[in-house]
């Protein structure tokens, strides 16, 4: 046995001398959703539909100049961001999916041994994107309504919290927070500790009585709001999401961001799909239909997001069950998340899961 600087490794019989942190090794890797050919993918949370014609166009006129590196500073995005979210320019950045801005959020504000609080379970990457800043993850269980419990995540809060993030809707639940406890919350976090409002499935959000960015970072000046182009938008495949708030966070954000990490082909396509916004919400509107059907057909709870929840053990099984009939779904430890996508796709998966009880 060897030792390293930051730790051993060893492979077989024999060691291997490596210059990697060794709690490395206690960080889990990012699962995405299951593939399975021929079947229909409800793991991911994606849209059936593809990338909105507009995008499409611009996405095969931006490729003709891939010899030439992106606008680093996404101007052209950003200002139109701006426009739409109702913020200045320097409040608006834009990164690689919302997941990588969540990171940057993370190491702008956390230094080794500094705490991010977050709800779980919720978005997988939040303890990931702790551990590899050196931070520690501080996880608060959600309610038994499968909710943030935001006055446990409040007294969580310590001297050496940084960071808390808060999913809405969460994934994978599909629930709300009230705008009285986001408010009751708020009046109880610091003003140096950061609120990342992250609103991934805003486009699909029809709860009245909820919280919205735009409105909070003008109220918080400690608030980020946090929103994609991969889902609503369809856009998942070239990664591209964006951030909005105060303006000295969003340029610490900027100071860690990898460079040129958002392609001039996803800038051209997310720009395209924000000028096609009210044709991009006639399909998004299919999903938000078909998700009371399903939910009420799976006895799950309702959500505001493109998916359903099923809580509780045996999800594992579960989703065995309906990948051998033709259907991929997500199984966590705490249970099942499936998709919402067209008519199509959810007649497949109740012909699944009608399929699954007959048995």
């Not at 969580?156 to 993030?165: D, H, W």
Request: aromatic content about 8%; proline content about 5%; overall charge negative.
């Amino acid at each position: 046995m060897v030792r390293g600087v930051f730790g051993f490794v060893s492979l077989g019989t024999s060691t291997l001398y490596v210059m990697i942190r060794a709690d490395l090794a206690d960080i889990p890797s990012y699962v995405p959703g299951r593939r399975l050919n021929n079947a229909v993918k409800l793991s991911s949370n994606e849209v059936s539909f593809g990338p909105l014609p507009a995008a499409i166009e611009a996405v095969t006129e931006a490729a003709k100049g891939a010899n030439r590196y992106p606008d680093m500073g996404a101007v052209e995005l950003r200002t139109a961001l701006a426009e739409h979210l109702e913020v200045a320019l320097e409040q608006v950045t834009v990164g690689c999916g919302s997941s990588a801005l969540c990171q940057q959020l993370v190491q702008a504000t956390c230094a080794q041994g500094d705490e991010v609080v977050f709800p779980w379970r919720s978005f997988e990457a939040y303890p990931i994107f702790a551990k590899v800043a050196g931070a520690v993850p501080v996880a608060i269980p959600l309610t038994e309504q499968q909710n943030h419990d935001l006055d446990a995540m409040a007294a969580a809060i310590t001297e050496k919290t940084r960071l808390i993030f808060i999913c809405n809707p969460n994934n994978p639940s599909g629930t709300t927070i009230t705008q009285a406890q986001f408010d009751e919350f708020m009046a109880k976090v610091p003003d140096n500790v950061v609120v990342g409002l992250d609103e991934a499935y805003f486009e699909f959000n029809r709860a009245e009585d909820t919280p919205v960015a735009t409105e909070e970072i003008q109220k918080h000046a400690n608030v980020i709001g946090l929103r994609t182009f991969s889902k609503a938008y369809g856009l998942a495949g070239l990664r591209i999401g964006y951030a909005f708030g105060n303006a000295e966070v969003i340029a610490s954000m900027n100071k860690v961001a990898i460079p040129f990490a958002v392609s001039s082909v996803a800038q051209a396509a997310a720009l395209a799909s924000l000028n096609a916004a009210d044709e991009l919400m006639e399909r998004v509107e299919e999903s938000v239909e078909k998700r009371v059907e399903v939910a009420k057909a799976l006895g799950a709870a309702p959500t505001q997001a493109n998916f359903v929840w099923l809580p509780g053990a045996g999800a594992a099984e579960l989703a065995e069950k309906f990948a051998q009939q033709g259907v991929v779904i997500r199984a966590f430890p705490e249970g099942a998340r499936i998709s919402v996508t067209d008519a199509t796709e959810c007649e497949r998966l109740l012909e699944a899961w009608g399929a699954i009880n007959a048995g």
